[in-house]
């Protein structure tokens, strides 16, 4: 516990959330327009992949709209999206299909810094960000990344180490290292330039994504109600017949429902012509 009550101190907390007026559209616009160009930074030194953080942006915002009545009651609304853009961007699959290649920023200071990120495993890596580049406390910490508080105090020291040891000129200054991360939030560059969406094209992208995996949900369900129907009808409703008995070591089959006779299984008629030939006394 002794380690905590510094780390505590070092970073203020975050801003107080803004209410989100108006319309659904309108504060989605707000909150879009407000937390877009750090959101994008922040993915950013997650992945150092431009097109990785603008991908997760994206989501983030797209489940937002979703999910609006829920993130609108959010206490921290941007805290909501941020959770989704940080998860959405470290998820291993957004690496794969060819999502886009790291790059690094032109100035050096800035590059060195995202690379020594780089180099934390993901957990530490999103911790030092929400901690000393957000600015959020060791509790709220905890709590966005679903671990103790112990567990993120343990993190952050392990990364500021790392940290450290790449970026030696933050041994005498440590605080540099909040100071360096909140500059790049606010204004630093990501490489090539990947600007957010407008808010209104990113409420219409939304609009869209939403509209048309609306119609993909449909038309699965459309196709397996369709595939059941085609099952059910074509499937025989004969019951299968009684299993067969067994009667003095003999295996006698159930009885099953009558079936029309055949002609042979029709006893043989009675009359003259008729069965075999019959001997006839030779008249003395």
Known sequence: QAALAPLTALAPPAAEPLPLPGPPETAFATLYARAAPGLLRQAYL?????????????????????RWPEVA?????????????????????????????????????????????????????RVVLLYEGVGLD????????????????????????????ALPELADRPEQLAVRLRAFLAEGEVPGRPAPLS??????????????????????????????????????????????TEVDGTLTPAPGPPHPATTRDRPPAEGPGTGPGRLVPLGG
């Open 138 to 165: 060791l509790p709220e910490t905890a709590a966005e990344v679903e671990a103790s508080t112990p567990a993120a105090a343990h993190r952050l020291l392990h990364a500021r180490e790392s940290l450290t040891a």
């Open 46 to 66: 997650l992945t150092s992949r431009p097109r990785v953080a603008l991908a997760a942006l994206l989501s983030g915002f797209r489940q937002a709209w979703e």
């Open 199 to 244: 808010p209104e094209t990113a409420l219409a992208d939304v609009r869209l994504s939403g509209r048309a995996r609306t119609g993909a949900a449909l038309t699965v369900a459309g196709l397996l109600a369709a595939s059941t129907l085609y099952a059910v009808a074509t499937t025989d409703s004969t019951p299968p017949p009684p299993p067969a």
């Open 73 to 125: 009651r959010d206490p921290d609304p941007e805290g909501w999206v941020r959770a989704v853009v940080h998860e959405s961007a470290l998820s291993p699959w957004r690496g794969f299909g060819g999502r886009g290649r790291r790059a690094a920023p032109a100035d050096a200071g800035q590059a060195a810094l995202a690379g020594a990120l780089l180099r934390l495993p993901p957990p530490h890596r």
